[in-house]
């Protein structure tokens, strides 16, 4: 039993979602205390609760603790990762809905589903497009494609929008599972074969299906790209998102191009996103509307965030920073990347991997470097 101390470092959510993710892929029971004690409502909340759930259903675990508001978790995966059809709703987690970030619940399933043998379907409803969470065009535009090069086939649409308070949205994944042909036998993947210490039985290391990334140098700015959003609003709010972005970032000589949206959802929201792609990176920026906000204002702040961190020089945003180390600790090679902020979430994300001996994570604080070295799992 894995025991991990919820309340560490940024002592939010992350600590549970990654926890869960690698307790899923080595097959490791787990207890975490103290629960995202460092959040103003500390414990499970919908979001946080449907990935326990989900995390759950795909490695038939056994599970204590797994309610709303609640501190302690016992997690004791029953089966390798299995893929399959899925269906995960944060709405049903609490009594009259919730706008729960689906990337939460995506982020927590989705690699130990990359690493299992088979392809599987996704289907999350709930918040699509909330605070303190990636959006869901951030995870298409930005996170997957990242991912993609490090060897992550999926495939997403997005087929209804959700805001806070309501939610409601809906996107639907297909995750297929590294390279054809490589899986291990009897349906593990190679890190619980190699965890599981079995001589013999363990996948050589070219044989794992991810590999590591080299984000050291983002080269010059290709463009930005730009999605100004809209659902059950008036048309000249995406309009008046898009030329405002457009206008500030033109006036910087950057090349740009946002297009305006009417998407479908169950209730009115707005947001402008910007994605930057760079020769070697691709970093991503969100502006969320709300009553009273002007859509000049929405777009302000979204330009606002990519431009703080063009002139940083980072091929890596500050989110893609603790994102990627997951990913960079379950592949076969080094990976090496420089962010544009060294933040809490990357500090405490990199001690929770480390807790599960994949991984060493070496963070350099003054040259915002991460280096992610696997460790040699069959020893
Ligand atoms: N604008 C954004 N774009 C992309 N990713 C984001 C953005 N804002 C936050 N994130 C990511 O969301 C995650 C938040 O993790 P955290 O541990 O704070 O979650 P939590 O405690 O579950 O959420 P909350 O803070 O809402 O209670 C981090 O990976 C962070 O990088």
Wanted: proline share 4%; aromatic share 4%.
């Amino acid at each position: 039993m894995i025991d991990i101390d919820g309340s560490y470092g940024e002592g939010g959510g992350q600590i549970l979602r990654t926890s869960l993710s690698l307790s899923a892929i080595t097959g490791h029971p787990i207890r975490i205390n103290n629960i995202r004690a460092g959040r103003d409502k500390p414990g499970l909340a919908a979001q946080h609760l449907t990935s326990v759930r989900a995390a759950a259903i795909i490695c038939r675990a056994k599970v204590r603790g797994d309610a709303m508001g609640s501190m302690t978790l016992e997690f004791i995966p029953g089966s390798a990762v299995q893929v399959g059809n899925y269906t995960f709703d944060v709405s049903e987690a609490r009594q009259g809905g919730s706008a729960g970030a689906v990337a939460m619940v995506l982020q927590t399933v989705l690699l130990p589903l990359v690493l299992a043998n088979g392809n599987s379907q996704v289907m999350l409803r709930g918040g699509t497009h909330v605070n303190y969470s990636p959006s869901m065009t951030y995870i298409q535009e930005v996170y997957l494609p990242i991912l993609h090069r490090m060897g992550v086939q999926v495939a997403m649409q997005i087929n209804a929008w959700g805001w806070y308070p309501q939610g409601g949205g809906e996107v639907e994944l297909s995750v297929s599972s590294g390279k054809p042909g490589t899986a291990c036998a009897k349906g593990d993947s190679w890190v619980q074969l190699a965890l599981r210490d079995k001589p013999g039985t363990a996948c050589a290391k070219s044989d794992r299906n991810l590999n590591g990334i080299n984000l050291l140098k983002r080269g010059d700015l290709q463009q930005v790209r730009g999605l100004a959003v809209v659902t059950q609003l008036p048309s000249h709010i995406p309009q008046r998102m898009a030329s405002r972005a457009e206008n500030i970032l033109r006036e910087e000589q950057l090349k740009v191009k946002v297009q305006p949206i009417h998407a479908k959802g169950v209730a009115p929201g707005a947001g402008l996103f910007l994605t930057a792609e760079y020769e070697n990176s691709l970093a991503g920026f969100t502006g969320l509307g709300r009553i009273g906000l002007p859509a000049e204002k929405v777009a302000e702040v979204a330009c606002e965030e990519f431009l703080n961190f063009h002139e940083t020089g980072a091929p890596v945003d500050e989110h893609l920073g603790d994102q990627l180390l997951l990913p960079a600790a379950l592949a076969s090679t080094r990976s090496e990347y420089r962010v544009a902020v060294v933040s809490n979430h990357l500090t405490t994300n990199a001690s929770i991997i480390e807790l599960f001996g994949l991984a060493k994570v070496t963070v350099d604080e003054e040259e915002k470097r991460v280096v992610v070295e696997p460790l040699d799992r069959k020893k």
